[in-house]
């Protein structure tokens, strides 16, 4: 008789236990989630550190390698342009009695060698390497033609494959020649190395190379016929 009395008393206090233990958790899960950070619109500052750290390693990897991507780009353009030029004079020479033209200091000895190309090329943007920094924009050469070939017969080249016609010089020369050329005023015609230390000329035969100046010289003189 007596755990029958008793079972209602047990009943109240179970029950009033129970809530309590589930009020309990409530309040805990609530905390929980106030102190649980909403990961889609905030970062921690280590986070932030790291993917910073990230963008510059990758910056530091890809600014040289789009560096010399620009830079063969460039050299490829050049190319280009002396193919051009190289395909150029031969229509001339063809139309001309195979004579090279004038590349000439003065208007008085004949008209530029690039002004007679122009109705074959029909474009003077060739005449400009994008690496060479012009001092003035009027100034339209970047290539000059080879001085030991200037009016003279395509005859006059034992071996077209190994004479240079034309090709990056210094300054704003209209003719190219070795840096050792004796003539005075030869410090204006050398080649210039604007690629990876290197010129970029057209041969007689038509291809195109790049070379430094020292190997334009050594073993054999390029420029000479």
Not at 26 to 53: C, D, G, Y
Not at 87 to 113: C, E, I, K, N, R
Not at 145 to 157: E, I, S, V
Request: neutral net charge; aromatic residues 12%.
């Amino acid at each position: 008789m007596f755990p029958y009395l008793l079972k209602p008393f047990l009943g109240v206090f179970l029950g009033d236990v129970g809530g309590i233990i589930f009020a309990m958790n409530q309040v805990t899960q609530r905390r929980l989630e106030m102190r649980k950070p909403n990961l889609s619109v905030f970062f921690t500052l280590i986070e932030l550190l790291v993917v910073i750290a990230i963008i510059a390693v990758l910056a530091a990897i890809l600014f040289p390698v789009f560096g010399a991507a620009r830079t063969k780009a460039r050299q490829t353009t050049c190319a280009s342009n002396l193919r051009q030029i190289g395909l150029a004079m031969a229509m001339y020479v063809s139309d001309y009695d195979d004579t090279y033209p004038l590349g000439t200091f003065s208007m008085a000895s004949g008209p530029w060698w690039d002004d007679v190309l122009l109705p074959y090329t029909r474009n003077e943007q060739i005449l400009v390497c994008p690496s060479h920094r012009r001092p003035n924009p009027s100034y339209k050469w970047s290539y000059g033609l080879n001085w030991d070939l200037a009016g003279k017969f395509t005859g006059c080249t034992a071996d077209a494959s190994s004479t240079i016609l034309s090709g990056d010089v210094a300054g704003i020369s209209c003719i190219i020649s070795y840096p050792s050329n004796p003539h005075p005023s030869s410090s204006m015609w050398v080649p210039a190395p604007r690629h990876n230390d290197k010129a970029v000329v057209v041969f007689c035969d038509g291809h195109c190379k790049s070379l430094s100046p020292e190997a334009m010289e050594s073993p054999t003189n390029l420029f000479l016929p």
